[in-house]
């Protein structure tokens, strides 16, 4: 727990400095000022003439933020202490795992790439198991069509940072779909791609109620594009 009291004391002080620094100089206070008046026209008034203005302002301000010292001691001190934070677990090596139970347990543990493509399940074992995974970035496949999928209690869970995701469904598997991004693409089958801006959408096929055989898959990202096709 001090770890995190320490990362957020430090964090914060330069961020304070860097305020109060920005703020100081004429220049950025005018440009701030310019940035919040032309936010505050868009949105009260909905007029788009000043989106120009807005964008050229705002990169100005984002370069003098970025450009402030105690910005990026903020940024380099974040990355630093992360890695130094992560370290012990990047490299650790496998531990033995013992339970004191009377019955016989199946544990099953690997290690996921953080980064990179992946294409889940494959010809070799045609058994399905459930995924649940975070990732960094990079594209990930889920080859369902070379799986056995049976049943209705089938759930894979992703989470990642950047990076495409996609689905290869079975003519006779239905999906439960749900996704979460901030900024990427859904693409269904044959219907028209749609934008996903910050929001969650939640899809499922016709038969999917009753069907015996679905999976439900749920998606949570920053950026990147989903598309479903049929194998």
Partial sequence: ???????????????????????????????????????????????????????????MLFYIIMLNPYVVAALLFAVLYGMIVAYPYFYRENEEVKIDQAEDAEIRQEKTPWMGDLHHFSKV?????????????????????EVIVVNHDNVIVMRKMFGNTKIILPVDVELSLQVNTLYGELRLFSQ????????????????????????????????GDVEVVRG
């Fill in 192 to 223: 028209p791609p749609r934008k996903l801006r910050n929001e969650t959408i939640s899809i499922e096929t016709p038969n999917y109620k009753s069907s015996h055989r679905t999976v439900k898959v749920v998606l949570a990202g920053l950026v």
């Fill in 125 to 145: 074992n045609c058994q399905y198991r459930d995924i649940n995974i975070l990732r960094l970035a990079g594209k990930d496949t889920l080859h369902l069509d």
């Fill in 1 to 59: 727990m001090w770890k995190i009291q320490f990362f957020i004391f430090v964090e914060a002080m330069l961020l304070t400095m860097a305020t109060i620094t920005i703020l100081a100089g004429s220049v950025s206070r005018v440009i701030l000022i310019v940035v919040l008046c032309l936010l505050l026209l868009y949105y009260y008034i909905g007029k788009q003439r000043s989106n120009f203005l807005l964008v050229a302002s705002s990169m």
